[in-house]
Nanobody
Framework: QVQLVESGGGLVQAGGSLRLSCAAS????????MGWFRQAPGKEREFVAD????????SYTNSVKGRFTISRDGAKNTLSLQMNSLKPEDTAVYYC?????????WGQGTQVTVSS
Protein backbone atom coordinates (compact mmCIF):
# COMPACT_ATOMS: atom_id res chain seq x y z
CA GLN A 1 0.00 0.00 0.00
CA VAL A 2 1.46 3.33 -1.06
CA GLN A 3 1.66 5.95 1.65
CA LEU A 4 2.89 9.52 1.60
CA VAL A 5 3.13 11.04 5.06
CA GLU A 6 3.88 14.74 5.47
CA SER A 7 5.31 16.37 8.56
CA GLY A 8 6.87 19.65 9.61
CA GLY A 9 3.92 21.99 9.34
CA GLY A 10 3.03 24.46 12.05
CA LEU A 11 2.56 28.08 13.01
CA VAL A 12 5.29 30.59 12.18
CA GLN A 13 5.56 34.36 12.03
CA ALA A 14 5.96 36.14 8.74
CA GLY A 15 9.60 36.08 7.67
CA GLY A 16 10.21 32.78 9.40
CA SER A 17 11.08 29.36 8.04
CA LEU A 18 9.68 25.85 8.06
CA ARG A 19 10.88 22.62 6.56
CA LEU A 20 8.29 20.13 5.34
CA SER A 21 9.10 16.48 4.89
CA CYS A 22 7.31 13.67 3.11
CA ALA A 23 8.05 10.02 3.80
CA ALA A 24 7.03 7.72 0.96
CA SER A 25 6.52 3.99 1.39
CA UNK A 26 4.84 1.01 -0.20
CA UNK A 27 6.80 0.87 -3.45
CA UNK A 28 9.90 2.14 -5.11
CA UNK A 29 9.53 5.69 -6.39
CA UNK A 30 12.30 5.54 -8.92
CA UNK A 31 11.08 7.31 -12.03
CA UNK A 32 8.40 9.25 -10.18
CA UNK A 33 8.23 13.00 -10.19
CA MET A 34 7.50 14.20 -6.67
CA GLY A 35 6.21 17.53 -5.56
CA TRP A 36 4.16 19.75 -3.31
CA PHE A 37 0.76 21.30 -3.78
CA ARG A 38 -1.12 23.55 -1.37
CA GLN A 39 -4.68 24.55 -0.73
CA ALA A 40 -5.70 27.66 1.15
CA PRO A 41 -9.18 28.05 2.66
CA GLY A 42 -11.74 28.81 -0.02
CA LYS A 43 -9.23 28.35 -2.83
CA GLU A 44 -8.37 25.60 -5.28
CA ARG A 45 -5.40 23.35 -4.75
CA GLU A 46 -2.37 24.80 -6.50
CA PHE A 47 1.03 23.59 -7.60
CA VAL A 48 3.98 24.72 -5.47
CA ALA A 49 7.07 22.83 -6.64
CA ASP A 50 8.23 19.54 -8.05
CA UNK A 51 11.42 17.60 -8.68
CA UNK A 52 12.18 14.85 -11.17
CA UNK A 53 13.18 11.34 -10.19
CA UNK A 54 16.90 12.06 -10.47
CA UNK A 55 16.68 15.24 -8.43
CA UNK A 56 18.28 17.16 -11.26
CA UNK A 57 15.30 19.18 -12.44
CA UNK A 58 13.07 21.32 -10.29
CA SER A 59 10.25 23.72 -10.97
CA TYR A 60 8.43 26.24 -8.79
CA THR A 61 5.38 28.38 -8.97
CA ASN A 62 6.39 32.03 -9.39
CA SER A 63 5.19 33.13 -5.97
CA VAL A 64 7.69 30.89 -4.13
CA LYS A 65 10.74 31.17 -6.38
CA GLY A 66 13.77 32.25 -4.42
CA ARG A 67 12.11 31.43 -1.10
CA PHE A 68 11.33 27.69 -1.29
CA THR A 69 13.68 24.85 -2.14
CA ILE A 70 12.55 21.32 -2.98
CA SER A 71 14.81 18.31 -2.60
CA ARG A 72 14.57 14.54 -2.44
CA ASP A 73 16.55 11.60 -1.16
CA GLY A 74 15.93 8.67 -3.45
CA ALA A 75 17.65 6.19 -1.19
CA LYS A 76 15.41 7.10 1.73
CA ASN A 77 12.26 7.80 -0.32
CA THR A 78 11.88 11.22 1.26
CA LEU A 79 10.92 14.58 -0.13
CA SER A 80 11.54 17.94 1.52
CA LEU A 81 10.46 21.52 1.06
CA GLN A 82 12.53 24.22 2.74
CA MET A 83 10.39 27.33 3.07
CA ASN A 84 12.07 30.61 3.95
CA SER A 85 10.81 34.19 4.16
CA LEU A 86 7.31 32.91 4.71
CA LYS A 87 4.39 35.21 4.06
CA PRO A 88 0.81 35.13 5.36
CA GLU A 89 -0.33 34.21 1.84
CA ASP A 90 1.67 30.98 2.15
CA THR A 91 -0.87 29.79 4.72
CA ALA A 92 -2.41 26.55 3.43
CA VAL A 93 -2.53 22.82 3.78
CA TYR A 94 0.51 21.43 1.96
CA TYR A 95 0.27 18.10 0.17
CA CYS A 96 3.00 15.78 -0.98
CA UNK A 97 2.42 14.10 -4.35
CA UNK A 98 4.16 11.40 -6.34
CA UNK A 99 3.36 10.94 -10.02
CA UNK A 100 4.37 8.65 -12.85
CA UNK A 101 2.29 8.96 -16.01
CA UNK A 102 -1.31 8.43 -14.88
CA UNK A 103 -0.37 7.12 -11.47
CA UNK A 104 -0.69 9.83 -8.84
CA UNK A 105 -0.47 9.46 -5.09
CA TRP A 106 -1.30 12.10 -2.48
CA GLY A 107 -0.45 12.53 1.14
CA GLN A 108 -2.98 13.62 3.74
CA GLY A 109 -1.55 17.12 4.06
CA THR A 110 0.10 19.22 6.73
CA GLN A 111 -1.08 22.65 7.86
CA VAL A 112 1.19 25.66 7.51
CA THR A 113 0.00 28.88 9.11
CA VAL A 114 1.95 32.12 8.75
CA SER A 115 0.93 34.96 11.05
CA SER A 116 1.46 38.60 10.17
Amino acid sequence: QVQLVESGGGLVQAGGSLRLSCAASGRTFSGYTMGWFRQAPGKEREFVADIDWSGGMTSYTNSVKGRFTISRDGAKNTLSLQMNSLKPEDTAVYYCVAQLARLKYWGQGTQVTVSS
